[in-house]
Nanobody, 116 residues
Framework: QVQVAESGGGLVRPGESLRLSCTAS????????VGWYRQAPGKQREPVAD???????NYADSVKGRFTASRDNAENTAYLQMNALKPEDTATYYC??????????WGQGTQVSVSS
């Protein structure tokens, strides 16, 4: 059974930082974390950072220069370093994993709230 777990969320003030972690494990096939997403109340889930082929990372325009995504060599643990947080970054943050045969899996999410 595949498990995807995010952690590290919290309540911070504007300008502060948080570091999210994600671990994917279990199942029959090799599994990799493929991206970070977020969903604000009343809005659709949107991509924040995608790990693409060749280890390049695509960032949403709204987070470029502030967020940095990384992944370990086994690709089943990922991090999202979020600096200079803004109130509009408030959302539930999810990581997405995909196994060797292309099935996608989501974690339960971790809440990030940015407020003064």
């Amino acid at each position: 059974q595949v498990q995807v777990a995010e952690s590290g969320g919290g309540l911070v003030r504007p300008g502060e930082s948080l570091r999210l972690s994600c671990t994917a494990s279990g199942g029959t096939f090799a599994i990799s974390v493929v991206g970070w997403y977020r969903q604000a109340p009343g809005k659709q889930r949107e991509p924040v950072a995608d790990f693409t082929v060749g280890d390049s990372i695509n960032y949403a325009d709204s987070v470029k220069g502030r967020f940095t995504a990384s992944r370990d060599n086994a690709e089943n643990t990922a991090y999202l370093q979020m600096n200079a947080l803004k109130p509009e970054d408030t959302a539930t943050y999810y990581c997405k994993a995909r196994n060797y045969i292309g099935f996608g899996f989501w974690g339960q999410g971790t809440q990030v709230s940015v407020s003064s």
